[in-house]
Structure formats: structure tokens, C-alpha cells
């Protein structure tokens, strides 16, 4: 069956990094784009950022991120990751990869999901 795993997530000071990593199985992983959004108490969803699919996936990003985040995928691992620099605390949120299988969505950016992981945490604080 289709599954997304997110990992990487913790507690780091402002201007810290921290990389996510998003593990999927149960599909034609390089068939699909894939993005990274987040939830944050009290806020709506935020889309963070997508990469489209095959080896050549081009990647987009959220106006909040631009310039910190970087999004890429490995097909030989299934995997997508987020290298998130300069954190700060309006970053702190739970994290999520998702797809959207029955749209058949290959490019970006993601206007819906179907399946999504389990989130991970990521908290900026001093």
C-alpha cells in the first residue's frame, strides 16, 4: 500500500538547519511530483514546497521559504528531502510529504493530496 514517512524533525535554535526526509513506497515514486507542507497550531495549511517528477524535478517554493529551503529527490532511494537553513521561530510547525495519486500529478506546484505521511515536528526555539 502507498506510504510516506517523514523523519528528521526536533528542536533547533534560530538561524539553525535541519534536514527532513521523506521515505515513500507502494507507487511509481519517480512518476509523481511530491511536496512538503505544514501545519501549525492555530494557522492553516501551508504549502512549503513541491518537486516535480523524473530525475530532472524541478523544484518551487513558498514565498515564507524561498531562499532557505532546498528541495530535492532521490529515485534509487524512493526518497524526497528538505534542507531547511535559517530557521526561525515562525517555521515551528509539523511537517508533511505528500502526493496526489489520483490527480496524477507530476508537476508543480500540488494543489491536492491524497496521501500524506505522519508528519514530523520541527520546533525553533532559543
Known amino acids: 500500500q502507498v506510504q510516506l514517512v517523514e523523519s528528521g524533525g526536533g528542536l533547533v535554535q534560530p538561524v539553525g538547519s535541519l534536514r527532513l526526509s521523506c521515505a515513500a513506497s507502494?507507487?511509481?515514486?519517480?512518476?509523481?511530483?511530491i511536496g512538503w507542507f505544514r501545519q501549525a497550531p492555530g494557522k492553516e495549511r501551508e504549502g512549503v514546497s513541491c518537486?516535480?517528477?523524473?530525475?530532472?524535478?524541478?523544484?518551487s517554493y513558498a514565498d515564507s521559504v524561498k531562499g532557505r529551503f532546498t528541495i530535492s529527490r532521490d529515485n534509487a532511494k524512493n526518497t524526497v528531502y528538505l534542507e531547511m537553513n535559517s530557521l526561525q521561530p515562525e517555521d515551528t510547525a509539523v511537517y508533511y510529504c505528500?502526493?496526489?495519486?489520483?490527480?496524477?500529478?507530476?508537476?508543480?506546484?500540488?494543489?491536492?493530496?491524497?496521501?500524506w505521511g505522519q508528519g514530523t515536528q520541527v520546533t525553533v526555539s532559543s
Open positions: 518537486i516535480s517528477s523524473g530525475n530532472d524535478g524541478r523544484p
Open positions: 505528500g502526493t496526489d495519486l489520483r490527480g496524477d500529478a507530476r508537476g508543480c506546484p500540488l494543489i491536492a493530496y491524497d496521501y
Open positions: 507502494g507507487f511509481t515514486f519517480d512518476y509523481y511530483a
